[in-house]
């Protein structure tokens, strides 16, 4: 772990914006195309999701504001009305904006889903940021050959190591990591993580998250051959490391993030961002060594989009590295 003073406070800086992207929805609901790959999505009993879009905006305002009160900059796009797009709320899996001004636009599995790539979003992002972009990279044109890597979603990111993350799956091409990895200089880690019955995990992002001083991972999901690697790669920052099971992936506590913020207290700080579900399974023992390695712990409840969207908290927040 790094020792305290100067070089912490930069890692953590490098590692944690102080800024995020969000879009409000505005028909949210289930989408049967994504869930053939989204095994966290649950059917609704009424297939009209009656009360389900209205729901998951109450869910969403409430997070934004909880944001905001810790003293994160929160840049709250709408989603537009035409064509519905029932996943707008997950914006991390089209786009990022990273440190050295690189900016990222992303090919996404799902058709239904393409039509949330919106120019008017990232200017907005822009504006309200100042994020300055020095280089543009869109991979978007690879869904023509039916290959995808759906942001970070896809890639969990250590940014001070510089190692990128990815589960294999539907939604996660290897040779698609492999080139953003030489485009952005990370070393590509890439392994394989699944449920108890087999099934690819179609994120990354539900199995593991990494802050400025921990990083949790679903470790008995990884495939054997890759999980020693990955470890000892997540133990080479000096993070500590904290492996959660199958129960807590599905409670998505393998989708968190972590922010930086300023507190009048604590001058330059952290949050931890998760939702109710996911605070409420992880065991005690780890809550408390999670909770430990950072400033503020903030649990918001998102069950209707958890239900319905098969994403948490994590999906619904596009870091923005304001300061490149």
Known sequence: MPTQGEPQLKAAAAQCAGAVLMVRPVAFGFNAETA?????QQRPADPADRGAAAAAIGEFDQLARALAGEGVEVCV???????????????????????DGT?????????????????????????????????FLDLSWYEGQGRYLEGTGSLVLDHVQR??????????????????????KYEPVIFAAANRAGEAFYHTNVCLWIGARVAVVGAEAIAGADREHVLRRLSAGGREVITIGQDEIGRFAGNMLELSTW???????????????????????????????????????????????????????VEVFADA
């Open 36 to 40: 053939t790959s989204n095994t966290f």
């Open 77 to 99: 796009a709408s989603d537009s009305a035409t064509p519905a797009k029932p996943d707008a709320v997950f914006p991390n899996n089209w786009v990022s904006f990273h440190a």
């Open 103 to 135: 900016l990222v636009v992303y090919p996404m599995a799902n058709a239904s889903r393409r039509a949330e790539r919106r120019q008017e979003i990232i200017d907005l992002a822009l504006q309200r940021t100042g994020f300055k972009v020095r280089h």
């Open 163 to 184: 190692i990128a993350y990815a589960c294999v799956s539907a939604r996660t091409d290897a040779e698609l990591v492999r080139e953003w990895s030489r485009e952005l």
């Open 263 to 317: 507190d009048e207290a604590l001058g330059d700080a952290h949050v931890l961002v998760m939702s109710e579900n996911a605070r409420r399974g992880l065991r005690l023992e780890t809550f408390a060594r999670i909770s430990g390695a950072t400033d503020t712990v903030l649990a918001v409840p998102v069950p209707t989009i958890e239900r319905l969207g098969g994403g948490s908290v994590r999906c619904m927040l």
